[in-house]
């Protein structure tokens, strides 16, 4: 007995329609970005990392774009049709997780494959917990990657680095962009990170914080939205996850280290919290309205005794890159040690996902 | 010192393009959905359980369309404008993960709160697991729910659920749009559903199976598809499980369940193995080219001695139906005990959340 099925009819109307292959990753890198719309006047492709480009249209109405060859990355882009976002639809399986902006993922693959790229190495495993935050008033999540070979019933305990998101990112931020599980198992196959637990956390003090309108926002807010996410994470996301899981409570085994929003929140636990975390890394951070009432009797000196590591790094095509600039003066001003870098790049997650591969190495060393 | 950043620069941007929210749910539980296209000439919403509707055009070229007061559920939507699917850019944090179709999602909440939404309850922790499967030659993933209380250090072991999606879905399906963990969550907080671990697989026995542009299909390839499928669950992710986490291992322990494509696996899988699993739930399952073959020497006497539940569900308005009901009647002719359900619905999740509720509390009793 034959059985023909909606899905099977699903598929026939998907075949006839013929949409075309959007992105398409050539064997040169070259990227070939494709969206039908036979109505539109002008479309642009904004591809991450890159002014946006017309893209040209055809006698169907499909507009393409293709690149130069490209270097191997995980590319964010997006469509604007007519001053209107679009995102692609046929990358349905590649959406940035993101509460503000739409925008899809293309993989452009090295040879060899990249340390944000799956490979045939061990890897950790993604664990997702809920909660709700008393602090924040709030149903919120964070996710604890432990490394290959973590096992809850053994002996051996970890140290452990709180990675945080940048304003418009949600708790996966991390992950499903920024590849942070990847990059790990990549480097402690390699030997060259120690394995570590890696704690995501959804990281705003304020509930409605980021929306496509534009969230609650506002000074007072920015402040809260500082002050709640560091009681959130000090009082409930580390005490939850030092009594769930074999992980090292000293000092010297905690980290943390943020992008963009995340960076500025990094430096506000990590530099008034000298006694919690050993190593802290700002990438890419803005947001914070003024440094000196930002950080009270900062002391460098005291600082250096108490940290292994102080990383401030930007992008130099990053607007961002004036903040950092003045925040690294200052903290030299005031005698601190750090580690401050330039690399070149906008405000991205190339350049996060690489922040991250460099600063993780020398963690817990 | 006062510091603006790239942030705020972006922030003023879009508060500036004014956009229009959507969706929109107001308090009589009708939902306004917004579309900004001024090109457009004719745009539609695809809601899901109902037919496309068209959407009204104002001055400023912002399509809308209000429903009227509608079940509290999560619905998938998407627009349609001029022939091409649209997601929405005003609701980038509720897109549906799929490899084929483009979707977002809205929750019209219920009062009191429905089992599929997060409630002030104690919460289980979804555990990703990343992997080689041997068996189809790709890198795949699978979801482990473990239930609130679940610890791996304790002693006491739990039975497990396999939970398998439809054509189209990835391994997060169940859990981003099917809402498995929050519904179990509630169903085990009110006394109705046994603590039991959840396995949410990658569902597929071939590399491309599902793509926007048709994927790698045809007769030899979907037996292809059921047959390593099967292999990977048994042979890879049903022993991994078993090792790794404190699970019950006799078959009275493990139950299977799916739904369409997942549903025919499913069946697949439970009515061959008889026994492996005591209960076997096929939510509106589709797929299946022949019955007979499929079940190579099928003997419902014998599945009545092994098998403690073996369930057959569709909704009424599923283009499915007509299968079902052929599936029931042979499985009754082979003189098989089962639960034949038939329910209002279309081919849809609200369909399958409904049926995981109620298939769920009959488990491991």
Same mark, same amino acid.
């Given at each position: 007995?034959?059985?023909?099925? +909606?899905?099977v009819?699903?598929?026939?109307?998907?075949?006839?329609?013929?949409?075309?292959?959007?992105?398409?990753?050539?064997?040169?890198r070259?990227?070939?970005?494709?969206?039908?719309?036979?109505?539109?006047?002008?479309?642009?492709?904004?591809?991450?990392?890159?002014d946006?480009?017309p893209?040209?249209?055809?006698?169907?109405?499909?507009?393409?774009?293709?690149?130069?060859?490209?270097?191997?990355?995980?590319?964010?882009?997006?469509?604007?049709?007519?001053?209107?976002?679009?995102?692609?639809?046929?990358?349905?399986?590649?959406?940035?997780p993101?509460?503000?902006?739409?925008?899809?993922?293309?993989?452009?693959?090295?040879?060899?494959?990249?340390?944000?790229?799956?490979?045939?190495?061990?890897?950790?495993?993604?664990?997702?917990?809920?909660?709700?935050?008393?602090?924040?008033?709030?149903d919120?999540?964070?996710?604890?990657?432990?490394?290959?070979?973590?096992?809850?019933?053994?002996?051996?305990?970890?140290?452990?680095?709180y990675?945080?998101?940048?304003?418009?990112?949600?708790?996966?931020?991390w992950?499903?962009? @920024?590849?942070?599980?990847?990059? +790990?198992?990549?480097?402690?196959?390699?030997?060259?990170?120690?394995?570590?637990?890696?704690?995501?956390?959804? @990281?705003?003090?304020?509930?409605?914080?980021?929306?496509?309108?534009?969230?609650?926002?506002?000074?007072?807010?920015?402040?809260?939205?500082?002050?709640?996410?560091?009681?959130?994470?000090?009082?409930?996301?580390?005490?939850?996850v030092?009594?769930?899981?074999?992980?090292?409570?000293?000092?010297?085994?905690?980290?943390?280290? @943020?992008?963009s929003?995340?960076?500025?929140?990094?430096?506000?636990?990590?530099?008034?919290?000298?006694?919690?975390?050993s190593y802290?890394?700002?990438?890419?951070?803005?947001?914070?309205?003024?440094?000196?009432?930002?950080?009270p009797?900062?002391?460098?000196?005291?600082?250096?005794?108490?940290?292994?590591?102080?990383?401030?790094?930007?992008?130099?095509?990053?607007?961002?890159?004036r903040?950092?600039?003045? +925040?690294?003066?200052?903290?030299?001003?005031?005698?601190a040690?750090?580690?401050?870098?330039?690399?070149?790049?906008?405000?991205?997650?190339?350049?996060?996902?690489?922040? +991250?591969?460099?600063?993780?190495?020398?963690?817990?060393?």
């Amino acid at each position: 007995m034959t059985t023909v099925g +909606l899905l099977v009819l699903a598929i026939s109307v998907v075949a006839l329609q013929k949409p075309p292959i959007s992105p398409e990753v050539h064997p040169d890198r070259s990227v070939t970005f494709r969206l039908v719309d036979p109505g539109a006047t002008k479309v642009e492709l904004g591809l991450e990392g890159a002014d946006s480009v017309p893209m040209t249209r055809d006698g169907n109405g499909v507009w393409s774009y293709t690149t130069g060859p490209l270097a191997p990355d995980i590319y964010g882009y997006s469509f604007n049709a007519d001053g209107q976002t679009r995102l692609d639809p046929q990358n349905p399986s590649m959406v940035k997780p993101n509460l503000v902006w739409s925008g899809n993922m293309v993989l452009v693959p090295g040879d060899p494959a990249e340390p944000w790229e799956r490979q045939n190495v061990p890897h950790g495993i993604l664990h997702h917990h809920f909660y709700h935050s008393g602090v924040v008033g709030d149903d919120r999540d964070y996710f604890v990657y432990t490394p290959p070979g973590y096992k809850a019933t053994a002996r051996k305990k970890y140290p452990v680095l709180y990675l945080l998101h940048g304003y418009s990112d949600i708790a996966n931020g991390w992950t499903e962009v @920024g590849k942070a599980n990847e990059i +790990l198992d990549n480097l402690i196959a390699q030997g060259r990170a120690k394995p570590m637990l890696v704690v995501m956390t959804f @990281g705003y003090g304020v509930p409605g914080y980021a929306s496509p309108n534009g969230g609650n926002r506002g000074p007072d807010v920015e402040k809260k939205n500082y002050d709640n996410y560091r009681e959130s994470l000090l009082k409930e996301v580390v005490p939850a996850v030092e009594s769930d899981y074999r992980v090292k409570t000293d000092k010297a085994d905690r980290a943390i280290a @943020g992008l963009s929003m995340g960076g500025a929140e990094t430096l506000y636990v990590g530099l008034n919290n000298l006694d919690t975390f050993s190593y802290v890394g700002a990438f890419s951070s803005g947001g914070l309205r003024d440094i000196e009432t930002s950080f009270p009797g900062f002391d460098g000196a005291k600082a250096n005794e108490k940290l292994k590591l102080l990383w401030v790094s930007c992008g130099t095509e990053d607007g961002l890159i004036r903040f950092n600039r003045t +925040l690294v003066k200052w903290l030299k001003a005031k005698n601190a040690n750090l580690q401050a870098l330039e690399t070149p790049g906008r405000h991205t997650w190339m350049v996060w996902r690489r922040n +991250l591969i460099a600063f993780s190495q020398q963690l817990f060393r």
